[in-house]
């Protein structure tokens, strides 16, 4: 079952896989992918490894918060843990430096290897006990602590010491709701996500015959020249299209070309010049018939909207414009789009 934001356990009953496990109104229903008989017992084992890393990740969220909490009286107020990613809500801006003073300080408390214990103080022992909670809680409430570090109310498995943790690594960064959204990873989670990572960078020195420290230098190199190429090819393919245009016949009356790549901003410029040549219906559609087309169509004495509205209710086209412009776009073959335009 969900606790606290963190993901059930996994594991199996008898030969069956546990699919889900949640708790309501006091019933704990587990979800399995094969029936059993009422009344049946079985027996259940747990996913170790799963829990484990679960344990790795809350554990280091505890150590995390308690000190953004003390260190900026920031508040953890969402946190998530799928086997995925991990997240953290804080309701208070932390700079970039902040984020990683605060890493530090977390994997330094795992490196003293800390004891974090569980305990249920009572009533009067809980009304002198500074520990942090989401929510006003009722009944015996479980405190989880991290000895001279944190104290909070929860009811997750935890690691018995911080060293089980292993390290504490943050991914990523944003603002949200206000405050910040912090994802992180600890443990063998962060240990795999370093290797997919590594894995990536390799291939990419590889690839570009490079060492590690002159990758980002090299990806910045070749954006600039793919920039630059982009540019000469956008400014050959605009004086082809002149070309082809200054070819076609002056006395039709309707001109639809298919190209299969034209910048957007050209599709218009393209159009307008057609327009000042021909009467009719003045289109160009840029894509191909696999993945669609992006288009505008003009027309000096045609209603453009009309031509919009045939679209869509025979091509399922999208898009809009004025009575003299439309633009958009359509998923089908070209053929058919003539066929839609000039019947």
């Not at 590594?198 to 990419?204: K, Y």
């Not at 057609?274 to 894509?287: D, K, P, Q, T």
Request: include cysteine.
């Amino acid at each position: 079952m969900t606790l606290g934001g963190q993901s059930p356990d996994k594991g199996k009953l008898d030969g069956a896989n546990v699919l889900d496990v949640q708790i309501k109104d006091e019933i704990i229903t587990h979800y399995v992918d094969m029936p059993f008989e009422v009344g049946a017992k079985v027996h259940g084992t747990v996913n170790w490894k799963h829990r484990f890393y679960n344990m790795q990740q809350h554990s280091g969220e505890h150590i995390f918060s308690g000190i953004v909490h003390k260190r900026f009286g920031y508040d953890n107020v969402g946190f998530h843990l799928s086997d995925q990613i991990v997240t953290m809500d804080f309701n208070g801006i932390l700079s970039e430096q902040d984020v990683l003073d605060v890493e530090y300080a977390v994997n330094e408390v795992i490196a003293k290897n800390v004891p974090i214990t569980v305990s249920f103080p009572s009533d009067e022992e809980l009304e002198k006990l500074d520990y942090r909670s989401k929510k006003e809680l009722e009944g015996p409430i479980r405190i989880v602590t991290v000895e001279g570090y944190d104290i909070c109310a929860c009811c997750a498995p935890h690691v018995k010491r911080t060293g089980e943790i292993g390290m504490l690594k943050v991914m990523h960064v944003q603002n949200y709701k206000g405050g910040v959204r912090i994802v992180f990873l600890c443990g063998f989670r962060a240990l795999e996500a370093f290797n997919e990572k590594n894995s990536i960078v390799d291939a990419l020195v590889n690839m570009m015959s490079t060492n590690q420290e002159n990758i980002a230098d090299n990806i910045i190199k070749l954006k600039d020249e793919l920039q630059t190429v982009k540019g000469k090819l956008a400014a050959a393919n605009k004086q082809l299209l002149e070309i082809e245009l200054n070819e076609l016949d002056p006395n039709l009356t309707d001109v639809i070309l298919f190209k299969e790549q034209i910048e957007p901003r050209m599709l218009r410029e393209i159009v307008n010049q057609l327009m000042e040549r021909y009467s009719g219906i003045c289109a160009v559609f840029s894509g191909d018939d696999e993945s669609g087309y992006q288009y505008v169509i003009g027309s000096q004495t045609l209603d453009c909207k009309v031509i919009a509205e045939k679209m869509k209710n025979e091509l399922l086209a999208r898009g809009g414009g004025s009575n003299r412009m439309i633009q958009g776009s359509v998923v089908t073959e070209a053929t058919k789009i003539r066929d839609c335009l000039v019947k």
